[in-house]
């Protein structure tokens, strides 16, 4: 069975840096053609793809926000990363992790969410 | 980007109606595109992948077709839990792109 969930801070200030984990269960990063992705969506808006790790360590981000992102893994412990630098009040939204697999090209399982508020 | 264009934004519809929605990319994206349900409670839900094959455990009223840029999604008998926000996503070229969403709202 593949679970995933999102942790984070909840709230934070405007410049700081946003840490997000998703830990994972009934599948590897090790695994030839998985992936983990992060996806966020601000209230009452739409999905936006930001950032994507692979099993060979290969990375993607999306260009709106490719120099505050930074994806990262620890495989053995199943668990995804996504810092995000300098946040502003924009930043905030549900953060999502999902799998990505080679496979379907698609995100076939998704973690809950977890909300994050940039806030003075 | 690949700009995904979804339409329409809300549909209002009935119990064991017939349902279509649509979503076209600003250029080709030879089928990779994917569908997903969002529930009010945040839970997103894969339907389809690759334009047509159904995400495993996903109901046979659930259908997708399309080319080129034009792609659409199809519910043959609406059910009560089938209420919710749809999303396509191309997987065509990065960065993925989402359409702004569908409501599919009980009228």
């Known amino acids: 069975q593949v679970t995933l969930k999102e942790s984070g801070p909840g709230i934070l200030q405007p410049s700081q840096t946003l840490s997000l984990t998703c830990s994972f269960s009934?599948?590897?990063?090790?695994?030839?053609?998985?992936?983990v992705s992060w996806i966020r969506q601000p209230s009452g808006k739409g999905l936006e793809w930001l950032a994507t790790?692979?099993?060979?360590?290969?990375?993607g981000y999306n260009p709106s926000l490719k120099n505050r992102l930074t994806i990262s893994k620890d495989t053995s412990n199943n668990q995804a990363f996504l810092k995000i630098t300098s946040v502003d009040t924009a930043d905030t939204a549900i953060y999502y992790c999902?799998?990505?697999?080679?496979?379907?090209?698609?995100?076939?399982?998704w973690g809950q969410g977890v909300m994050v508020t940039v806030s003075s | 980007d690949i700009q995904m264009t979804q339409s329409p934004s809300s549909l209002p519809a009935s119990l064991g109606e017939r349902v279509t929605i649509s979503c076209r990319a600003s250029?080709?994206?030879?089928?990779?595109l994917n569908w997903y349900q969002q529930k009010p409670d945040g839970t997103i839900k894969p339907l389809i992948y690759?334009?047509?094959n159904l995400q495993s455990g996903v109901p046979s009223r659930f259908s997708g077709s399309g080319s080129g840029t034009d792609y659409s999604l199809t519910i043959s008998s609406l059910e009560p839990e089938d209420f919710a926000m749809y999303y396509c996503?191309?997987?065509?070229?990065?960065?993925?792109?989402f359409g702004a969403g569908t409501k599919l709202e009980l009228k």
């Open positions: 009934g599948f590897s990063l090790s695994t030839s053609g998985i992936c």
């Open positions: 250029q080709g994206i030879s089928n990779n």
């Open positions: 790790i692979c099993w060979e360590d290969s990375k």
């Open positions: 690759y334009t047509s």
């Open positions: 996503q191309q997987d065509a070229s990065f960065p993925n792109t």
């Open positions: 999902a799998r990505r697999d080679y496979g379907s090209y698609s995100f076939d399982y």
